[in-house]
Structure formats: C-alpha cells, structure tokens
C-alpha cells in the first residue's frame, strides 16, 4: 500500500493506520504494530517500533448492552454534580450510580461508570433502559471533560473520540 510521504512520525504512523483502515486491512479498537526509521526518509535507518490502537480510543472498560451511542458527555465525580450539569441525551459519566440521579439516567443516551461489579446500579439500569453501559472505566472522571463528544461501544466495551 503506497500512501503520500510525511516528514514527522506523528503524521506518518495516523496516515498509515487510516489508510490500512480505510483498505479494510485492520478495524477500529484492534491493535496493530508499526515500525519505522527515524529520521524518516533515510533508509536501512528502522530504528523504531510502536503499538498502536486502531481509532482514537479514550479508554476501556466492560461493555454491557450491546448498543452504541454517540453524544457528548456529562462527567461528575458524584451524583451532585450529575443533578447539576446533566443536559438531557448526554453520557452520563461518574465513579458510580444510585437511585439519586434515576431521573438523569432515564433521559441519558448512555452510561460511564469506574466500578467494575457486573451487577452495579448502572448495569441494571442500563439493561432496564437499553442503553449502552461501560462499567470498569478507570480514572474515567478524571479523563474525560464535559462536553467532549464520544462513541461508546457496549459491545467492544470502548469510548473514543469521534472526529
């Protein structure tokens, strides 16, 4: 596959992962290994390797519901802060939830949530809605912002960045 020339590593290694992507060669989510020679254009100079997710991958966790949705994001580090910020059809995103936020749930496109147990509030929830729920989200407060518009995978169990 022969893709335009770039001069810096950062462009070369998005241009070569979207172009393999776009030829159905490799799929978002999945990894890929990529190696090179720095500086670039000089050759028996590959000197470099890197993995690298496919898309542009925020973070993982556990998907639950196999659904997908797409909207911006409401990010509290508790249930105040959810009460107080939620827009209706937003990703809800806190460390975890209870019946005090039921009413920004019920309105919410999907569900973002630190702890891991399969069983949570927000497992159950999302089942008795069908939205797509992403439990095990580490340092998810503290990674996503407010406002950012993401995909949330209940299947691959992702949040990228839709761009």
């Known amino acids: 596959m022969l893709i335009k020339e770039e001069y810096n590593t950062d462009d ?3 241009h070569a992962v979207e172009a393999a992507e776009s030829a159905g060669i490799v799929k978002s989510g999945e990894l890929v290994v990529i190696s090179a020679g720095v500086p670039l254009g000089v050759a028996g100079m ?12 925020l973070l993982r966790g556990t998907g639950l519901v196999s659904k997908k949705a797409s909207a911006s994001l409401c990010v509290g580090k508790d249930a105040k802060e959810i009460q107080e910020n939620f827009k209706s059809g937003e990703i809800v995103v806190v460390k975890k939830t209870d019946n005090s936020i039921i009413a920004q749930l019920k309105q919410a496109a999907g569900i973002v949530v630190e702890t891991d147990d399969p069983n949570c509030h927000a497992a159950v929830v999302g089942y008795s809605l069908d939205i797509p ?6 340092h998810a407060t503290d990674i996503l912002k407010n406002g950012a518009i993401v995909t949330i995978d209940g299947e691959k169990g992702t949040i990228s960045c839709n761009s």
């Open 12 to 14: 070369l290694f998005e």
């Open 46 to 57: 590959t000197n470099l390797i890197k993995v690298h997710v496919v898309g542009h991958i």
């Open 133 to 138: 729920v992403i439990i095990g989200a580490t």
